[in-house]
């Protein structure tokens, strides 16, 4: 039973949402079809984005950055990694002692710093967080209320958050059908690293020599279900990864160092006629992904 039904006063009675697109307005939508939520703030720097929000009635209101400090109980920044210090530097003249902040972003070392940077001794009101979800489209019309049930939330919470804002946030996401989990900045990233940055810059790289070849054309009229799904998540935007990447730099990097080498061994049983070699080398990595997928339900 949702609280609206249950008559309940809503978790949040008032969320600023900062970047109303698939992350934030999905986190929106949610929390509305829970009745977890009663107003709903929207912020953007592009108006036409944050009024195509209001029309899907995803938010309530178009509010200011001062507006949503000053207003709401819960602030979720979903904006690129590389734009929370000025967001935060932007919100703190104005923010309310009760105000609870909390994020979206794909790395949380960074985040942590310039939170630290950004809010001084007031760093406890926010809470790091990484919802583990997503989708190639992006936008307010790509939101979606059922994007989170099932799938894993991240937070790295800091020393001086308080442990009832902690459970709060964690209840909140639960109210969005997400499974919560915590870890330090430093292992979230280093993990991130692996199974989801470089999965995309491999992707992306990948996309890149296709459409730059010369034949091009009769490459992508020839392709099908196994090039889509590995170039799927390369449409995302450009602005985010391009954060992502960087931010996360040192993790990404050593990762890719790894994948090298397992390319190096793959190609020498390749460039070798080894076929036993290469075929267990095949059948590890297929063992792996059914034995993944079996667990994962993907």
Known sequence: MSQAASGAAPLVPVLAVVGVGLIGGSFAAALRKQGAVGRILGVGRQRAS???????????????????????????????????????????????????ITDAGS??????????????????????????????????????????RGRKVVLTPLPQNRAADRERLQRIWEACGAQVMVMEPEVHDKVLASVSHVPHFLSSVFMWQVATAADSDLRMALAASGFRDFTRISAGSAEVWRDIFLSNRAAVLSEL????????????????????????????AATARRLWGSRSGM
Not at 77 to 93: C, D, H, K, N, Q
């Open 257 to 284: 160092r790894e994948v090298k080498e397992a390319l190096a061994r793959a190609e020498q049983a390749l460039e070798h006629a080894d076929g036993p070699a290469l075929e267990k080398f095949l059948e590890r």
């Open 50 to 100: 944050v009024m195509e929000a209001r029309k899907l009635g995803l938010i309530d209101e178009i509010a200011t950055l001062e507006q949503a400090a000053a207003e709401a109980d819960l602030i979720m920044l979903s904006a690129p990694v590389g734009a929370t210090r000025p967001l935060l530097e932007g919100l703190l003249p104005f923010l309310r002692a009760d105000t609870l």
């Open 107 to 148: 790395t949380k070392a960074d985040v942590v710093k310039a939170a630290h940077a950004a809010l001084g001794d007031r760093v406890g009101q926010f809470i790091p967080g990484h919802p583990v979800a997503g989708a190639e489209k992006a936008g307010p019309e790509a939101a979606d209320p059922m994007l989170y």
